[in-house]
Each structure stands twice: as C-alpha cells, then as structure tokens.
C-alpha cells in the first residue's frame, strides 16, 4: 500500500545526541525488524496515532552508512525532522511527535548515568565508546510485550517471523522505497481479532498476546508510577518479574528496571569490568552505583559490547 499526505515535525533532543548511533543501533536491533528500516539517508519507522503513519527520520549530516559526516546540511542543531506520511487520513502531528520521541527517547537526559560513570572508570570507557546513543526502545510498549511472549523459550529468527506474521495478520503493511515497512497492532486492533491472532499463533502464545492486548487496552499503563506498571504486567499470563522489567525497560523507557537474566548482559559487564565472568548478582551490584538509571546503564553495556562483537544490540 503506498502513503500520502504529507507533513514534517522538528522534534527537539536532549543533548548530547548522535542520530548516527541511533540509525546504527536500529539497523542491529533484530527484534524490530520490519517495523524499523534504515536506508541511505534516514531511519523509518510508523505506527497508529491512532491514524496510520510512516515517518522518515534523519538530521544534517546523517550519512549512508548511518553515522554522522562532515557534509551538513541547513538543519537545524539540536533537532530531528520527520517528514510524516499519513496511511489513511491525517492525523495530529502531535501524536506523531510523542510516538518518535518514545521510540528514539529523543528527550531522555542522559546526564545523571554521565554523571554516575565519572566515578566508574570501567563504565566511563563504555560511555566513550557510545556518548550520545540515547537507547532505543520498541516502536510501542505493546510490541514489546508481544515480542517478549513470541520470543520465549524460541529462537531469535523463529520469533522475527512469528511477530512478522502478526503484523501481516492485524497490522498494516506499507511500502516504502521497495522495501515493506510493518506497523506493529494496536493492543485494540489485536483484541477485535481473536480468530485471526489464534489462526497466526500458536495456542499458548495467542492467549500471552491476547491477555496482553486486553491489559494494555484496558488502561494507560504508561502513566503508572514504574511499581504500578511492573505489577501490572507480571498479571499478563506467562509472564514473571524477567518479562514485566524488559517490557518496562524497553517499551515504557523505565531507566530504573534491571534487565536481569541476560546472558548477552552478563558477557557484556564480564567484559566491561575485566571479569572471567559475571553473574546476575555482579550485575546487581554494579548497577547499585547507577540508581534510577541502572536499566540504561545495562543498555549502555549491550550496545557497546553489540560494537565489539557485531552481535545484535540491546
């Protein structure tokens, strides 16, 4: 399906902020494939806001192989554009701007983790290696939920394919510059189709996505305090403590949840930190340094281990 009806946004950014590590850590973020393509000169992505959109994002002297170059163009400092395509028909700009900012946490600031990694010497090499990567989170928190339910216990390919079928089934479909861009259900789109979530998925994994869709429909998770929002999704069947904090931590942006029980963290902070190797309980303990912003600090260590390794990020 093509888009039309046209309009931009400047979306202002917390400094520092360095677009180029965010088309780059996009293009390695596997569980977003489809929903998030980088071609020469900028990142797209889309959505429902609630109307359908596809926005191409890029800022002066965004190059080709998503890093920034000497050749600027007239843009503004300090901003991100967005030239939005409506699907169907327009909607609010302010809707858009709301969903990109959340997808890049364009106007997270970062300075409490920068502050915190002077006094650690072994994160502060981290944070040289990637300054000004703000993390990238899902393009909703409801995706990242249904990536946590389809991804469980399954292999990395298997779970692209089964959240693509998803996206076919109950989402939208979008052409863009010959590739397809697939924006990711709504919780309410998902729950109107029952037969058509069941017919995609497995039975066990259905029911995760459906109780999901029904939580989120049900109320604004997104304005619980981060207590709240971590009960709340540990109530979705199948899911415990592990699921409830990635969801918060890379759907809601909730820099105060731990991803713990990750093996590509554990490596990551072994290696950062000069450890044979690390436990969850080492990374326990040297994420308390970090407080509130312990949650970035782990997402620090995977996009810089993800540099050194050519492994997927986050």
Known sequence: MAVAKRTSLALPVAEPFEFGRSAEFAERFVPSTDSIVCLRDAVVTGGFAPEPFVAH???DGYGSAGRRTQAADTDDS??????????????EGSAVATHLDAVLSLSTDLSPLYDAAGSDPAFARVVADVCGYHPLRFTTPFEAACWTALSRRTPTPVAVRR???????????VSVDHADLRLFPTPERVAAAPDAVRATLSDRTARTVLDAAEAFAEEDLDSLPTPTLVARLRGIRGFDRRSAAAVGLRGFGRASLLPLGERRLRA???????????????VERLSEHYGDYRGYWARYLRAWASLRTDDESD
């Open 57 to 59: 994002l890029s800022v």
């Open 268 to 282: 990551a902070v072994a290696d950062a930190y000069g450890l044979e190797s690390a436990s969850d309980d080492d």
């Open 163 to 173: 959240k693509r079928s998803l996206a076919d089934a109950v989402g939208r479909v």
């Open 78 to 91: 300090g901003l991100v554009h967005a030239r939005v395509q409506w699907v169907d028909e327009p909607g």
